[in-house]
């Protein structure tokens, strides 16, 4: 099994990484082969709507973000991991999401995407209060993202009320639950169909 981890945070070993981490991790052990992309070390620009994939299929922004295409078409699972930027993902995140518009234009109107590959897709999400619809805005965000590149959502981790790098470390039951996750997407497997 192909997994890739999206780290969506500009903050390195903050709390959101730390969380994938214990997935991925989790994962490795038992054999899944692993990519980290980590959105806000590599150069993606923002979309800028020139239609251009919805032609061909493809986005003529010759940047980092054709490597993470390359990625998230191989995986058989997805998770991407993000703190709660004003109820929202950090900008850095949200210009890999925005250019996965190509994806959706490959799979909808070129069917050029490996249709018969099931994916799944994971969402790790953190923020630092506890308000009711603190993760609202990054569900459907995150969810649509899977849509566009042809994974289903099937999991997530939520954590509230965790601020300082780190802290997250002081939430046991938090780190448990996304080790938790790592088995629960290991045995749903890819789900091959033919
Ligand atoms: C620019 C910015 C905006 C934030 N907005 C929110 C917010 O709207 N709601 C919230 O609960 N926390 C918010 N936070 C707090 C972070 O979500 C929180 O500190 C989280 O643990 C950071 O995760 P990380 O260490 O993975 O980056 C914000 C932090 C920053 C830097």
């Not at 003529?60 to 699972?77: P, R, T």
């Not at 993000?82 to 518009?101: E, G, M, N, S, W």
């Amino acid at each position: 099994m192909k997994l890739v981890g999206i780290f969506g945070s500009p903050r390195r070993e903050g709390n959101s990484d730390l969380l994938l981490e214990a997935l991925l991790g989790e994962a490795e052990k038992s054999g899944a082969s692993i990519v980290r992309v980590y959105a806000s070390e590599l150069k993606i620009s923002p979309c800028t709507e020139c239609s251009s994939c919805e032609t061909t299929g493809k986005c003529i922004i010759e940047d980092d973000m054709q490597l993470v295409y390359e990625q998230l078409e191989d995986a058989d699972a997805i998770v991407i991991a993000t703190p709660i930027f004003f109820y929202h993902v950090p900008a850095q995140l949200k210009c890999l999401i925005d250019r996965a518009q190509a994806l959706w234009a490959r799979r909808r109107k070129h069917k050029a995407v490996d249709n018969a590959k099931n994916r799944k897709g994971y969402l790790i999400a953190i923020g630092a209060t506890s308000g009711q619809k603190l993760f609202d805005g990054v569900r459907l965000t995150v969810k649509y993202f899977f849509d566009a590149i042809g994974a289903e959502y099937a999991g997530e981790v939520l954590v509230r009320g965790v601020e300082k790098k780190g802290d997250v470390l002081k939430h046991p039951d938090a780190m448990e639950e996304a080790k938790e996750l790592a088995k629960r997407l290991l045995a749903t497997g890819c789900n091959e169909t033919v």
